[in-house]
């Protein structure tokens, strides 16, 4: 069922002890919805939105919800922060709602577009990827660092500042005296995410969490809490969509054992697995 608040106290809410006391087995795949922040001078100014805030807006207003003074990118110099498949979708977001301008910044080097011979078959290459969005407009830069924000006399963002991005020690840092503004009056912050929302539902279950944010549990999907399973982004970090469904089949296939004894349904993975590397 959509539209259900566990552990709200607003109309459609559902406690969590009525939660626990109807169903005997429940899954947590709530995704890993907290964003990654960035603390640089200038990070209180308004106009500066976590990414999923606004897509969010965006695909309510499309299927015609109702926002009082939603985010939208029309006419405005508009800088995305984060260069990945998020930043892509605010890219084609502010596009289509006709932003005067879009700029991906990319703390990292531009992937090569062909394979390269460290990344052999079957192992999955970072190639450099250009999507539907990017193919609509927008510019890239890559190895850029943001060091600050501008801000008017208003308290809104009106520049970013951007330095060039150098390697020491293996840490990522701004390159001294490279600084420059770009104009920004919509910046969106597509830096990835540090885990599940531990506020409300988790808190009230008591599962047990990681440092880096991640719910834990054995090697059965169970977490700490009897008869609670936990699968996806919320237990794995944030990944790739495939690891969520290949994680939610094989959690299906664990309550099915815990509930009836024994399962015949598929576990394509075990937990804790990775991708063919180097």
Same mark, same amino acid.
């Given at each position: 069922?959509?539209?259900?608040?566990? %552990?709200?106290?607003?109309?459609?809410a559902?406690?969590?002890?009525? @939660?626990?006391? *109807?169903?005997?087995?429940?899954?947590?795949?709530?995704?890993?919805?907290?964003?990654?922040?960035?603390? !640089?001078?200038?990070?209180?100014?308004?106009?500066?939105? =976590?990414?999923?805030?606004?897509?969010?807006?965006?695909n309510? /207003?499309?299927?015609?919800?109702?926002?009082?003074?939603? @985010?939208?990118?029309?006419?405005?110099?508009?800088?995305?922060?984060?260069?990945?498949?998020? %930043?892509?979708?605010?890219?084609?977001?502010?596009?289509?709602?006709?932003?005067? +301008? !879009?700029?991906?910044?990319?703390?990292?080097?531009?992937?090569?577009?062909? *394979?390269?011979? *460290?990344?052999?078959?079957? &192992?999955?290459?970072?190639?450099?990827?250009?999507?539907?969005?990017? #193919? #609509?407009?927008?510019?890239?830069?890559?190895?850029?660092?943001?060091?600050?924000?501008?801000?008017?006399?208003?308290?809104?963002?009106?520049? /970013?500042?951007?330095?060039?991005?150098?390697?020491?020690?293996?840490?990522?840092? =701004?390159?001294?005296?490279?600084?420059?503004?770009?104009?920004?009056?919509l910046?969106?912050?597509?830096?990835?995410?540090?885990?599940?929302?531990?506020?409300? /539902?988790?808190?009230?279950?008591?599962?047990?969490?990681?440092?880096?944010?991640?719910?834990?549990?054995?090697a059965?999907?169970?977490? +700490?809490?009897?008869?609670?399973?936990?699968? %996806?982004?919320?237990? *794995?970090?944030?990944?790739?969509?495939?690891?969520? &469904?290949?994680?939610?089949?094989?959690?299906?296939?664990?309550?099915?054992?815990? /509930?009836?004894?024994?399962?015949?349904?598929?576990?394509p993975?075990?937990?804790?697995?990775?991708?063919?590397?180097v």
């Amino acid at each position: 069922r959509t539209g259900i608040d566990v %552990g709200g106290t607003g109309e459609g809410a559902l406690s969590v002890e009525e @939660l626990r006391s *109807r169903f005997d087995a429940v899954v947590l795949a709530t995704g890993a919805s907290v964003p990654r922040e960035l603390t !640089v001078p200038g990070r209180e100014a308004t106009g500066i939105h =976590p990414a999923m805030e606004y897509l969010t807006q965006a695909n309510r /207003l499309v299927e015609g919800d109702w926002i009082e003074d939603p @985010l939208s990118a029309e006419g405005k110099d508009v800088v995305i922060i984060g260069g990945g498949d998020t %930043g892509a979708d605010c890219l084609g977001t502010a596009l289509r709602q006709g932003a005067r +301008s !879009v700029t991906t910044l990319a703390i990292g080097t531009q992937p090569p577009s062909a *394979r390269d011979e *460290r990344q052999p078959w079957p &192992i999955h290459p970072v190639l450099f990827e250009v999507s539907t969005a990017h #193919e #609509e407009g927008g510019d890239r830069s890559y190895l850029a660092s943001t060091t600050g924000f501008e801000v008017d006399s208003e308290g809104a963002v009106s520049g /970013l500042e951007v330095a060039r991005t150098r390697f020491v020690d293996g840490t990522r840092v =701004p390159t001294p005296d490279t600084a420059t503004v770009l104009p920004a009056t919509l910046v969106l912050i597509a830096m990835g995410f540090t885990g599940a929302s531990e506020e409300g /539902l988790l808190t009230t279950l008591g599962v047990d969490i990681t440092s880096r944010g991640n719910i834990v549990h054995d090697a059965d999907w169970a977490t +700490s809490v009897d008869g609670v399973f936990t699968a %996806g982004d919320c237990a *794995r970090g944030q990944s790739l969509i495939v690891w969520a &469904i290949a994680e939610g089949r094989s959690c299906a296939a664990a309550v099915d054992e815990h /509930l009836m004894g024994v399962t015949s349904l598929p576990q394509p993975v075990r937990p804790g697995e990775k991708p063919v590397t180097v």
